[in-house]
């Protein structure tokens, strides 16, 4: 993939955070939205139930929810494959593991919120990816995920449209093959003890123009009831 998210020969290739790794933490580079999304994803975490609590992040990059949990008072602990990445988000207090999230090296009931924003629909196996999320959370824990849906409208707006916005998607970073099915990861949820509430997810329409503008550093992402293309999941781990 050519520098600044043009193309990629392969679909959901992990190469591409390595080309793109010095844009992380650039509001409008190739990975902006998931700024927005991390600020989203991170009002549905709770101040840390305990002393010592345990955030683990799942899949998370460059660390970009580091400074919307690190009031909350969690020891986050960030999962990813990528190297390049887990350095950038050591830089924000994310104490870093390498790992593969359908195989987590860590403990079953070790974490007191499971978080697991954008990756769900990069996976081979999303049953697997569930099940571990599950595993490592506490009775009681809190699991909170973001995704993208496994419909027609998802792979028009989030691929082929969002794919050629700048600073919203990069190309080639998606495979319609693994948008998520949402009966199969509430499915996979409950079996193992998680029942899951869904909610859509879009961004400000207003700020989506002003950011476009210059006008605004970034976009408030806003809660909606149909979960057809970008969608919240949250939920209490049984006991």
């Not at 990861?185 to 998680?194: F, P």
Request: glycine share 10%; aromatic share 4%; net charge positive.
């Amino acid at each position: 993939m050519a520098r600044g998210g043009t193309r990629t020969a392969l679909r959901n290739d992990p190469q591409l955070y390595e080309t793109c790794a010095d844009q992380w933490w650039q509001p409008r580079g190739v990975f902006g939205m998931l700024h927005w999304l991390a600020a989203a994803r991170a009002a549905l975490v709770p101040t840390a139930p305990r002393t010592g609590a345990v955030l683990v992040d799942l899949g998370c990059g460059a660390g970009l929810l580091a400074p919307h949990v690190a009031d909350k008072g969690y020891r986050h602990i960030g999962v990813d494959r990528s190297p390049s990445a887990l350095r950038q988000a050591t830089e924000h207090g994310v104490q870093p593991l390498v790992g593969d999230v359908q195989a987590v090296p860590l403990a079953a009931a070790s974490a007191d919120c499971v978080v697991a924003g954008q990756i769900l629909e990069h996976v081979a196996d999303l049953r697997a990816a569930v099940a571990e999320a599950c595993r490592i959370l506490r009775p009681g824990g809190l699991l909170v995920l973001d995704t993208l849906a496994a419909t027609a409208l998802c792979r028009v707006l989030a691929i082929d449209v969002a794919e050629r916005l700048p600073g919203i998607a990069p190309r080639g970073v998606h495979d319609p093959a693994l948008l998520v099915d949402r009966g199969v990861l509430a499915g996979e949820a409950a079996r193992h003890g998680v029942e899951l509430a869904l909610r859509g997810l879009r961004p400000s329409l207003r700020d989506l123009v002003a950011w476009s503008a210059g006008r605004r550093s970034a976009v408030r992402m806003v809660p909606m009831r149909a979960t057809a293309v970008l969608f919240q999941a949250i939920g209490w781990k049984k006991g």
